[in-house]
């Protein structure tokens, strides 16, 4: 099933602003909060649809990657938006409910702490990015690059709890093991019944007695991993990927961070790329262009051997369709531009000189331009439109 467009989910134009589309999804995130919908699947999927949209359209990169290039900008099977959990949902809610949390954290038992496990609080490990280079030849194909990253990693003699040994957990007495604690206040309405995160456990129901000596009991160390990512054809210079999961390891045995891949292209030797296009210059001699002949010219995909037609003029553009780069997550692919330059030797000798002398005087090189060929940037402009 295809999705739904970000801002008809939020119910925003494409030019509203931050606060317009923090407003929106405040709205939803109310509406439809798995608390005050007990049970309610679709209302629980709408909540995530909404998340999904906010985390997009509240960033101002990947807002600008979703205009350009829709769900498949960077989050095309890498994570992003639709890898989103219940812990990433309620993460945000610190920015579009001013630093409290969610609007429920209070009166329906604590949010994010309340999702599975009895309230505990899941630690989450930081994102890590990193900048992988690629050939035209791999942007134009799509290629799997395996990485080595240097990260945070779990521990392997504790399997990241950060306890010497099984029998080193120990429940917590403040709030047995639930997490959180309640608290009840007296207000002029009455008494109002609040949750929050555990002060001696900092939300995890357990403490340790005996700590790993490997991790100090952290859960996790410096270590080294090898990732193999996935790049789909057609990705661009400064466009960001991400991985969900394949960042930092969090603390015992947390949610890892999301690992973010920037493009970058390395230069071709021969090629440009001008969007989807490829430009090549070509440079024949002038009795080739006036003879005509045929020729290798390089693209992405290797050489092909094209037909030059007798005067053919400086400036022409000769197009190889589908020769290009393909759009990200589509059928469509660009073409090769190729431009003809004139070569003119520099030096002659005698009989040469001569030769051309004897030529020179003829109609037939005399420049004589075609009115109704169009003019070199006219025919780039049209192919660029």
């Not at 409290?100 to 209070?106: E, I, K």
């Not at 002029?188 to 456990?201: D, F």
Request: hydrophobic letters at 30%.
């Amino acid at each position: 099933m295809a999705k739904r467009d970000y801002y008809d989910i939020l119910g925003v134009s494409k030019n509203a602003e931050a606060d317009e589309i923090k407003k929106a999804y405040r709205k939803l995130a109310i509406k439809f909060h798995p608390d005050k919908n007990p049970d309610d699947h679709t209302a629980e999927d709408k909540f995530k649809e909404a998340a999904e949209a906010y985390e997009t359209l509240s960033n101002p990169e990947k807002r600008q990657r979703y205009n350009q290039f829709g769900h498949a900008g960077s989050q095309q099977g890498y994570g992003g938006g639709g890898g989103m959990n219940m812990d990433d949902i309620f993460s945000q809610f610190g920015d579009v409910f001013g630093g409290g949390g969610s609007p429920f954290d209070s009166f329906f038992g604590g949010g994010q702490q309340s999702r599975g496990g009895g309230g505990r609080r899941a630690n989450r490990g930081t994102n890590l990015r990193i900048k992988v280079k690629l050939s035209l030849e791999e942007i134009a194909n799509g290629v799997e690059k395996k990485i080595k990253v240097t990260k945070q990693i779990n521990c392997n003699t504790c399997d990241g709890t950060g306890a010497k040994d099984k029998s080193s957990f120990q429940t917590c007495k403040t709030c047995n093991g639930q997490g959180a604690v309640n608290r009840v206040t007296n207000t002029i309405l009455g008494q109002m019944q609040t949750r929050a995160t555990c002060p001696s456990c900092n939300g995890e129901g357990s403490t340790i007695t005996s700590k790993c000596s490997s991790c100090n009991g952290e859960g996790i160390v410096r270590g080294e991993e090898t990732i193999s990512i996935n790049i789909p054809a057609g990705v661009s210079e400064g466009m960001q990927l991400s991985m969900s999961g394949k960042g930092n390891a969090a603390a015992r045995g947390g949610v890892a961070g999301d690992l973010i891949i920037l493009i970058e292209e390395t230069p071709h030797e021969t090629l440009k790329r001008e969007g989807v296009n490829v430009i090549y210059d070509l440079h024949v001699s002038f009795i080739d262009a006036t003879l005509g002949t045929s020729i290798e010219v390089p693209t992405i995909d290797g050489k092909v051997r094209i037909k030059l037609e007798p005067g053919t003029q400086g400036g022409k553009i000769l197009r190889l369709k589908g020769k290009g780069i393909p759009e990200v997550n589509s059928y469509h692919r660009g073409d090769q531009l190729i431009q003809v330059n004139i070569w003119t030797p520099k030096t002659l000798n005698n009989d040469e000189r001569a030769l051309l002398e004897k030529l020179k005087d003829s109609n037939n090189f005399k420049p004589n331009p075609d009115k109704s060929e169009k003019s070199f940037f006219d025919r780039m402009k049209e192919y660029f439109e």
